[in-house]
Nanobody, 118 residues
Framework: QVQVVESGGGLVQAGGSLRLSCAAS????????MGWYRQVPGKQRELVAG???????DYADSVKGRFTISRGNAKNTVYLQMDSLKPEDTAVYYC????????????WGKGTLVTVSS
């Protein structure tokens, strides 16, 4: 059984910052690739930032220079530091852990809402 839990969403003014946290727990034997995605109503879920098991990172062009993904000390914990937030960053943010090597699929959290007011 694997659980993925996000936290840290909320309401912030444009130009402000938020830090999202994600912890994956359960039968996971090693550090796995993880990522943050976001989705707004009527649009497809999109990748915001990803981090490999080795620590390499990747970002959507729209957030480069503003968002930073990092790993925590606990295994399979990741953070998303979001600075200089814009109203267009408003979305539900989801955390994903890649467990396809183990279980043949990815596991997702339930999401956390980020609202950026103008």
């Amino acid at each position: 059984q694997v659980q993925v839990v996000e936290s840290g969403g909320g309401l912030v003014q444009a130009g402000g910052s938020l830090r999202l946290s994600c912890a994956a727990s359960g039968s996971i034997l090693s550090t796995r690739p993880m990522g943050w995605y976001r989705q707004v109503p009527g649009k497809q879920r999109e990748l915001v930032a990803g981090i490999t098991s080795g620590g390499s990172t990747d970002y959507a062009d729209s957030v480069k220079g503003r968002f930073t993904i990092s790993r925590g000390n606990a295994k399979n914990t990741v953070y998303l530091q979001m600075d200089s937030l814009k109203p267009e960053d408003t979305a539900v943010y989801y955390c994903k852990i890649d467990l396809r090597d183990y279980y043949g699929l990815d596991y997702w959290g339930k999401g956390t809402l980020v609202t950026v007011s103008s």
